[in-house]
């Protein structure tokens, strides 16, 4: 009984000084958080060129009351890959997808998109070749999947590639099913149909 006695002053005095300096953290911490410079809604800063604090929403941001296309971002509609474009192709289209396609997918399918990328013999399995008779039978949904999540050595592309931008590649790439030689001659209604597959 008297040995826990003695303990209890030497525990009541270590208690008491971290109460304490806890309660000088935070009465500390309160005013600079109170007072610090900060940021209010639509304030002018001299930080960005625009001379404006508030920065402009990202365009693929969707607000919550925004009703999104389930197959527009997943390339799925109730949980069965899509087998049409969720968007209209036009040549705005397929020339935005023929410069996304130059830069994300040559590199290893290759300008034709036969596989022959000048990276490809660094990869095994070998990249696919995009224009064969097995991948023209492939729905575009297909295509939208391997490029948002990856396949075998492919990297998944969905931090570095918007949907809508997927799709522009996807559309590019059944030009190039269609005719490889002149793809952006093709008529952009008879890419629009392709969702299926080439026939």
């Not at 911490?29 to 402009?56: H, I, Q, T, W």
């Not at 998109?113 to 995009?130: E, H, M, Q, R, T």
């Not at 295509?143 to 931090?159: E, H, L, Q, R, W």
């Amino acid at each position: 009984m008297n040995r826990r006695n003695a303990r209890s002053p030497a525990k009541r005095i270590r208690y008491g000084f971290l109460a304490f300096c806890c309660l000088v953290l935070l009465v500390a911490c309160g005013n600079n958080m109170r007072d610090d410079s900060r940021l209010k809604p639509y304030e002018a800063s001299p930080v960005f060129g625009d001379g404006s604090s508030a920065r402009p929403l990202d365009p693929n941001v969707v607000a919550r009351s925004q009703s999104v296309d389930v197959a527009l971002t997943s390339g799925k509609r109730e949980g069965a890959i899509v087998s049409s474009f969720p968007i209209t192709v036009d040549g705005d289209t397929l020339t935005r997808g023929q410069n996304l396609y130059t830069i994300y997918c040559v590199p290893c399918h290759g300008a034709a998109a036969d596989g022959k990328g000048i990276v490809s013999g660094y990869f095994n399995p070998k990249p696919a070749n995009l224009v064969t008779d097995t991948m023209k039978l492939q729905p575009v949904g297909h295509f939208f999947d391997v490029i948002t999540n990856g396949k075998g050595a492919m990297f998944p592309y969905s931090s570095r590639v918007a949907p809508v931008d997927r799709w522009a590649v996807i559309a590019y790439i059944r030009a190039l099913q269609i005719n490889k030689e002149k793809p952006l001659e093709v008529p952009v209604d008879q890419i629009q149909a392709s969702g299926g597959g080439v026939k």
